[in-house]
């Protein structure tokens, strides 16, 4: 099954080449060289040297396969989404704002039956083309496959290896029902409703989660260079200590990272002080490092709703935030304390979320939202700057898939990830910074070139993989069936919707210790 790295050259010429540690402002024009998927140079000269038949040392006796002409363009490393779900990809734009736990209702697999195997692959193959388009080369994929169904994770890996992008995978699970780990929803909905609750994240029936988990690293571990696994427990208080314990285990053994959500919104975090109140004092990071889960290899996605105590036992552990403020926007959620982040030396990574809470795959609104939303609580000058942010969806997000060093920079020895953008699109007209007009003007129009692992996987804004086409036809197809089953359930979770709400009233009733809304709830 596996398949090397691909082996051909490409020379990409006289394009601005994006360094973190350099003029951010004005990259200087260099060529890249890349070698069987690593870049072997970086820097001017190298399309004259090789013009002018000299030989050169880091192409040896190769012949160069293909020269890709980068002037007037920027060539960008290839952007990390750190937190993603495949699995309501094609449930892009079937909700308003709605809140975190109505929209869990209404979004996650347990909600709806069991889908087929083709849609499986479909909605990964347009998640990942949706990524490859604004410019991520790595996807982080915390996907629910529930019933689980080994063939759909073959599916899912394989429409992934057939796409070409790089991919994280970890298997999205719980092992406490979700109706249970949202405050007031068993005291409100009426006994004759609650079996309706069950589509907010549900344990797999029948199966040893932990002998299914080991069995997955093992045969899937080097299923291919461009995959590697993780651990996904949706979130700690859906997770019994037995089950983080053994997650930890393994994590520490195979050396693999886990992903988790955490105090995304405010129920997540009420229920903390509920539950976790006589071991943890009502902390889920407490209740992570009793586990033994707070390591480096820990990423808390959202941390919204995050204490300062919280914050500085995260850092001391060296463990992750990823931020994903579109998202937390959409599910009315909050805003992470970015500033506070920063200030302890947590410098977070960016994902875009599901599609059905975001619901762009588009690190550039990420991006400028991570900017922006810092000075929400913060009107003092300070960081992060554009660069910064281009950091995060980076290097930042290299560190969280345990890929430091391997991806994220544009630099000889790592992989080939990177994107190419036109500077010619009015969002570079003038150019006064790339650094800001990627984060602060640029939206995606510009990604004209996606190389990953060498590979060129998007060439001029067409997908050079699979047959888009088709692909377009047959979700046309798989629709039919979804819109159905959408239906059914939006039909379920209106039923619900009084007693939903009056759970939401009375989880924001609650002294919870801090607040990451803004203003006084009435405007
Ligand atoms: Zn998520």
């Not at 030989?55 to 290839?78: F, H, N, S, W, Y």
């Not at 994280?168 to 979700?178: E, I, R, T």
């Not at 979130?235 to 930890?248: D, M, N, Q, V, Y």
């Amino acid at each position: 099954m596996a398949t090397s790295t691909t082996r051909s050259v490409i020379l990409v010429k006289n394009g601005r080449v994006y360094d973190h540690a350099g003029d951010v402002h004005l990259p200087p024009i260099a060529d890249l060289l890349i070698v069987d998927g690593i870049i072997a140079a970086a820097r001017a000269g190298i399309a004259a040297a090789v013009g002018r038949g000299e030989t050169l040392v880091e192409l040896g006796t190769r012949a160069i396969d293909q020269t890709i002409d980068a002037t007037d363009k920027l060539l960008m490393p290839g952007f990390v989404n750190a937190h993603y779900h495949s699995h309501d990809v094609l449930l892009k734009g079937c909700f308003e704002t709605i809140p975190l736990e109505l929209w869990l209702l209404s979004a996650l697999p347990p909600s709806y039956p069991k889908r087929s195997t083709a849609e499986i692959r479909a909605r990964t193959l347009v998640g990942a083309l949706e990524c490859l388009r604004s410019g991520m080369t790595t996807v982080q994929d915390l996907a629910t496959i529930y019933p689980f169904d080994e063939e759909h994770l073959e599916a899912l890996l394989q429409a992934y290896e057939d796409i070409g992008i790089r991919c994280v995978f970890a298997l999205q699970f719980a092992d406490m029902a979700g109706a249970k780990s949202i405050p007031f929803w068993e005291e409100v909905v009426p006994p004759e409703q609650r079996g309706a609750l069950a589509g907010a994240v549900e344990p797999f029936q029948g199966v040893d989660l932990p002998k299914l988990l080991r069995d997955i690293v093992a045969s899937q571990r080097r299923r291919h260079p461009r995959i590697s696994l993780a651990l996904g427990p949706t979130s700690p208080e859906r997770c019994t200590p037995k089950l983080l314990g053994k997650l930890a285990e393994l994590s520490d053994s195979e050396k693999l990272p886990v992903y988790t959500h955490i105090y995304e919104s405010r129920a997540m975090t009420l229920i903390a002080r509920q539950t976790h109140a006589a071991q943890d004092e009502g902390s889920l990071i407490s209740y992570l490092k009793r586990v033994g889960l707070l390591t480096p290899r820990m990423n808390l996605a959202h941390s919204v709703w995050m204490l300062p105590a919280e914050i500085d036992s995260i850092a001391e552990a060296g463990a992750h935030i990823v931020l994903n403020p579109v998202g937390n926007l959409k599910t009315r959620s909050g805003v992470a304390p970015i500033r506070t982040y920063l200030r302890k030396g947590l410098r977070p990574a960016l994902g875009c979320d599901n599609c059905s809470c975001s619901d762009a795959q588009n690190m550039f609104q990420s991006m400028k939202l991570f900017a922006g939303l810092a000075a929400v609580s913060q009107p003092e000058l300070g960081p992060p700057t554009a660069a910064d942010a281009i950091w995060s969806a980076t290097v930042g997000g290299a560190r969280t898939a345990g890929l430091e060093g391997q991806i994220g920079a544009l630099r000889p020895g790592m992989a080939a990830d990177l994107s190419i953008i036109d500077l010619t699109d009015p969002s570079f007209v003038p150019l006064n910074s790339v650094a800001r007009q990627i984060v602060f003007t640029e939206a995606g129009r510009g990604v004209e070139t996606v190389i990953v692992d060498g590979r060129v996987v998007i060439a001029d804004r067409k997908v050079t993989t699979i047959d888009e086409r088709a692909l377009r036809e047959e979700v046309a197809d798989l629709m039919k069936v979804l819109r159905r089953d959408v239906e059914a359930v939006a039909k379920r979770t209106d039923a619900l919707l009084p007693y939903l709400m009056e759970a939401q009233r009375k989880t924001w009733q609650v002294d919870i210790g801090l607040n990451r809304y803004i203003g006084n709830g009435n405007d």
